[in-house]
Nanobody, 126 residues
Framework: QVRLVESGGGLVQAGGSLTLSCAASGLTISSLDMAWFRQTPGKEREFVSGISGSGPSTWYADSVKGRFTISRDNAKNTLYLQMNNPIPEDTAIYYC???????????????????WGQGTQVTVSS
């Protein structure tokens, strides 16, 4: 059974920092593309950042570029999202996800990913 468990969310002040983790079990993530999405009430799930399984390729939504950093530790089967200088607009539930089919595209749509975590709440205060 595949499980993705996010942790590290909470309340952070604008301009601070926060690191989210996503521990995977039931599959080996080392060759799989992974990503972070976020969602606020009444809105669709929004792409935040992705990372390729085969190399160091990363991609970001314009809204977080330069502030957030995605990384992975394949030995720990864990995905991370370092959030620096968060702003109140970053407040959302953050989800990690993994794709199981190979693609040469930098995927940003929820439909491109298969397994999802339960999410972790991030609240940024001004």
């Amino acid at each position: 059974q595949v499980r993705l468990v996010e942790s590290g969310g909470g309340l952070v002040q604008a301009g601070g920092s926060l690191t989210l983790s996503c521990a995977a079990s039931g599959l080996t993530i080392s060759s799989l593309d992974m990503a972070w999405f976020r969602q606020t009430p009444g809105k669709e799930r929004e792409f935040v950042s992705g990372i390729s399984g085969s190399g160091p390729s990363t991609w970001y939504a314009d809204s977080v570029k330069g502030r957030f950093t995605i990384s992975r530790d394949n030995a720990k089967n864990t995905l991370y999202l370092q959030m620096n200088n968060p702003i109140p607009e970053d407040t959302a539930i953050y989800y990690c996800t993994v794709a199981v089919l190979w693609s040469n595209r930098q995927r940003v749509a929820p439909r491109d990913y298969l397994y999802w975590g339960q999410g972790t709440q991030v609240t940024v205060s001004s």
